[in-house]
């Protein structure tokens, strides 16, 4: 599979797959199916962030005003 640039996204993003285990390629899996899932966001329990722009694997990173990084 290509290489795939890993992007740290939002804590409070959320899709159905979020809560699906995919195994060892759970990453890829992920990514691929990012494109067709429905995303909200746990602040506004909507399809828009507090930013009043919407939520989306691709959208919800480092740089957006409402972004939450993942406590490790």
Avoid: N
Wanted: charged fraction near 30%; hydrophobic fraction near 30%.
């Amino acid at each position: 599979m290509a290489e795939l640039k890993q992007i740290t996204k939002c804590r409070c993003l959320r899709s159905k797959s979020s809560y699906s285990a995919f195994g060892e390629y759970h990453e890829d899996r992920e990514v691929l199916m990012g494109s067709t899932s429905t995303f909200w966001c746990l602040k506004t329990m909507g399809k828009a962030g507090p930013d009043e722009h919407y939520v989306h694997a691709s959208k919800c990173h480092e740089g957006r005003s409402c972004f939450e990084a993942v406590e490790e």
